[in-house]
């Protein structure tokens, strides 16, 4: 067997030097198979988790404009919304009839925004509704805090006294500043996005991490990507998931190629083997549909990312209800867990 398997298998931590070995040259079958090993060993038990959640967007104005984005608006254009408070608790309302007690916000980078509509959007969906969020992206913390003139650790302080109880590392796509030069210019570097997540984890708001992949970055900077999300962990202990996505086609005028079955499982199942701190790797069954899913779940992964309750970035190819998740996973050899977005 590949030595750089066999110490992976032994659960020693590889160099990015031997992950990138991987990843190149060496046969996805392997790499996978040594994944699904390896998440027996450290996840024994055959559990695979699923959650359901609401993605409420609060807003899709945003002065961010990232070039793959066609969900963004400019300020003032037609089409642009943002949701008032009676309007999110409706939402909330309806995602709890079936079945959700937890939402994820999110939204895009309106500099008109006062913090005292998240504030106010916080403990209504936590106070009044007794549910649980995750929301905003190290772009929207960032921005929201600069916008209120705040430092970011006393920001999170306020949106965790509202209610918050997790931040995803949304908007990293691949952290690498030359493809973020073209792909986004005017999101956060790697570093303030890296720095500002750090902070999120500090405050006591763990939450996930991903990858987005599938259009011209090279095979070393998915590596330093990977390689920046280990060290983050290794220091703040925040994160509890690391799902990978590929870029979905939402523009003309952004370059995304074919991403195969082999090449999307290869890299779940290199997370898996890399990411050694990080407990959970999620397969994108949403992104990907349900035969990769299946699949994923042999190669590393130990959890299906779903039910997705509405989805305005994405069009949904995910599961949609409870007893449709727990079949699934029955199906594909597992005993179904419902978790809350932080694995508690
Ligand atoms: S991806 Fe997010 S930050 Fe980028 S333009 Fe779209 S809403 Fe704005």
């Not at 997540?197 to 070393?220: D, M, Q, R, Y």
């Not at 994108?284 to 039910?307: C, P, Q, R």
Request: charged share 25%; glycine share 6%; proline share 4%.
């Amino acid at each position: 067997m590949n030595p750089i398997l066999n110490k992976a298998l032994s659960l020693n931590r590889l160099s990015p030097e031997e992950a990138l070995f991987l990843l190149k040259d060496a046969d996805w079958t392997c790499v996978v198979r040594t994944a699904n090993a390896v998440r027996n060993a450290r996840l024994p038990g055959h559990r695979v988790g699923y959650t359901v959640y609401q993605i409420i967007n609060y807003t899709n104005v945003c002065s961010i404009h990232c070039e793959f984005c066609s969900f963004s608006k400019e300020k003032g254009e037609p089409g642009t919304y943002l949701l008032s408070l009676d309007k999110i608790r409706e939402k909330a309302i309806h995602a709890r009839s079936l079945g959700a007690n937890q939402i994820f916000l999110q939204g895009g980078v309106d500099e008109d925004i006062q913090l005292d509509y998240y504030t106010d959007v916080l403990q209504m969906l936590t106070h009044e509704l007794k549910m649980s969020v995750r929301g905003f992206s190290p772009v929207e913390i960032f921005h929201i805090a600069k916008t209120n003139g705040m430092d970011v650790p006393t920001l999170l302080k306020t949106l965790k006294a509202a209610g918050l109880s997790s931040v995803p590392g949304a908007g990293a796509e691949i952290l690498a500043d030359r493809v973020r030069a073209k792909l986004s210019p005017k999101k956060l570097t790697s570093l303030e996005w890296r720095d500002t997540l750090a902070e999120c984890h500090k405050a006591g708001l763990p939450g996930s991490v991903n990858i987005v992949f599938g259009s011209f970055e090279t095979p070393e900077e998915i590596i330093a990507h990977l390689d920046l999300l280990r060290a983050l962990q290794d220091e703040t202990k925040g994160i509890k998931s690391f799902v990978a996505w590929t870029f979905q086609k939402q523009t003309d005028h952004f370059p995304i190629r074919h991403v195969s079955p082999q090449e999307y499982l290869k890299l779940l199942a290199l997370s898996r083997l890399y990411l050694d701190n990080i407990p959970h790797v999620e397969v994108s069954v949403l992104g990907m549909g349900k035969e990769i899913g299946e699949l994923g779940l042999s190669s590393g992964a130990d959890d299906i990312n779903s039910i997705v309750i509405e989805e305005n970035v994405l069009e949904s190819r995910g599961i949609k209800s409870i007893g449709e998740a727990e079949e699934f996973i029955r199906k594909a050899g597992f005993t179904p867990y419902r978790r809350t977005l932080n694995f508690d």
